[in-house]
């Protein structure tokens, strides 16, 4: 079974100061970890995936995240926010077993930006 | 090359009236899914499709239903809407090329109101 929880509902930062958006899962096998970014009233665009392969993932518009197996965490990073990158934020997760590639959502993150 | 269109953008309903939404892509994709998003419930998973022909069950199934009769299309379907059926809409669709690892690629939503 598969689960994914994003840890806070809401983050608000300042222009110009770290992001962190923080993802934790739960998978009964090696798991594929996915980040997407929907801007409002539009669809969700992919941010950075991993896949296995090093556990820093580097995405679009300087996010990136780092993949840690003993925390199962996934967690978004950027260290330095932009107003553009006001947006909700979602964790996906999917279980790489059973040839059943169906993904779970977390509930998402709304990041909000300070001028 | 549009990627993955819905039809149409928006639709307001009187509880009872039925409705299909129609979801198209271009990128051959065998996989094809169906969610909805409200708020602070992230995306819930109401159908998927492994290819043409075939369809399955997700979190929330109830009160819709679903057509694969075009690799290309996914038809989603409600017979008799309710206003619990208020939502927006997406749907996605990925390749099944090296399994979980594929993104999916997502529509711009469809905002539903059911009155």
């Known amino acids: 079974a598969q689960s994914v929880t994003q840890l806070d509902s809401h983050v608000s930062v300042s222009e110009g100061t770290p992001v962190l958006l923080r993802c934790n899962y739960s998978s009964s096998y090696s798991p594929s970890l996915f980040w997407y970014v929907q801007h409002p009233n539009k669809g969700l665009q992919l941010l950075l995936k991993?896949?296995?392969?090093?556990?820093l993932v580097k995405g679009i518009n300087g996010f990136e995240a780092e993949f840690k197996k003993s925390e199962t965490s996934f967690h978004l990073t950027k260290p330095s926010a932009h107003m553009s990158d006001a947006a909700e934020y979602f964790c996906v997760v999917i279980d790489n077993s059973g040839g059943s590639y169906i993904p779970t959502f977390g509930r998402g993150t709304s990041l909000i930006v300070h001028p | 090359n549009a990627g993955v269109t819905q039809t149409p953008k928006f639709r307001v309903l009187k509880t009872g009236q039925s409705m299909t939404l129609l979801c198209a892509q271009d990128?051959?994709?065998?996989?094809m899914y169906w969610y909805r998003q409200d708020p602070g419930m992230g995306l819930r998973l109401i159908h998927y499709s492994v290819g043409e022909g075939t369809t399955a069950k997700g979190e929330v199934p109830d009160g819709y239903n679903v057509s694969r009769l075009k690799k290309q299309n996914f038809l989603l379907g409600l017979e008799s809407a309710a206003p619990s059926q208020t939502s927006v809409y997406f749907c996605a669709s990925k390749a099944r090329l090296a399994g979980s690892t594929d993104t999916q690629y997502f529509g711009p939503g469809t905002r539903l109101t059911v009155l």
């Open positions: 991993y896949t296995s392969a090093a556990t």
């Open positions: 990128m051959n994709h065998e996989y």
